[in-house]
């Protein structure tokens, strides 16, 4: 499978927080033959890869999660009530499509609504809330809903996937590449170790739950034995207007890597070799500071006796809506810096 296949697949599929389990079955089918897991009872898998010394020892670590939406209750009008799953921005929803996806795996098709403009031109300005807008799946009860089309309160809904490959510049649009670019880099990583030698030991980790504040790297955290930890992420990308400070996370301009964000700051030492190992290999690097966001590598930092930890990954676009942008560019950058940081890391 090429890396545009791999990201359709993995981007395609439907995974909201909590219901990761199909994200976890891709990658066990990916990287089963090249490496031994082992599976927590949250649904986190990791594949260990045994290079020419048992230490030092290597996490990377991407969550298997996207954002989305659970079924909250269901009106007397058949119209479903919902509560966001992760961070969205409320002004990209109205008339965007969901799926709701039922115990028994049936899939149904529905828009977000609201008050329609007909019915509130006359009305005073006022910002609409998440809380005031509602899905339309057809149902005509609540009753119907619950029994016709078997939804229950809990089920989760996702964007309706849409997938489109620009070739002329090497864009691809499509949902949850926060953080399946993460998941498509450790798969890319993995079939890549099986043929480079390398001085320590892999562990390639998926979490769950991050965009939920991170439940399963924190259990993950304690369990693992890493000397360092390198997250990858779907980072959002800021070179797009209205952004009050200078870009340092641009869609085609290489791999992205964090040196702070709120929740931690980068190991100094993991971000000189990667510097260093740009420079060398040609490897086009967006070194960033971010004033907002977390990642896995709150917790992953903070466990045991510390594991220095980095975050790495790929600009993502309208990151946390239905639709978002990477470059494939930036994504051949970002399997080239960690294949080398894993052929000299020792």
Known sequence: MDRLALLKELTLLPGISGFEHLIKDFMIEQLSDIAPYEQDR??????????????????FIAHQDEIGFMVADVMDSGLIQFHPIGGWNKYTLLSSPVEIITQSGEKHAGVFGSVPVHFTRNSKERNLEISEMFIDIGAKSREDAFENFGINIGDPIIPIPYFHYEKRNRRIISKAFDDRAGIAALIELGKALKDIPHPNTVYLSGSV??????????????????????????????????????????????????????SMIGDPKLRNIFIKLAKKHDI????????????????????????PSI?????????????????LDDFDALIKLLDEFVKVYK
């Open 284 to 307: 086009p690097l967006q070194v960033t500071l971010r004033r907002g966001g977390g990642t896995d590598g709150r917790h992953i930092q903070t466990s045991a006796h510390g594991i």
């Open 311 to 327: 975050v790495c990954g790929v600009p993502v676009r309208y990151a946390h809506t239905h639709n978002s942008m990477i470059s």
């Open 209 to 262: 739950q991050e965009e939920v504040g991170g439940p399963g790297s924190r259990t993950l955290a304690r369990t693992m034995d890493a000397d360092i930890c390198v997250v990858l992420e779907g980072a959002p990308a800021d070179d797009i207007p209205g952004i009050p400070f200078r870009a340092q996370t641009c869609v085609g301009k290489g791999a992205h890597m964090r040196v702070y964000d709120p």
């Open 42 to 59: 949250l649904g986190q898998v990791t594949f260990t890869m045994k290079g020419q010394a048992d230490t030092p020892k290597i996490l």
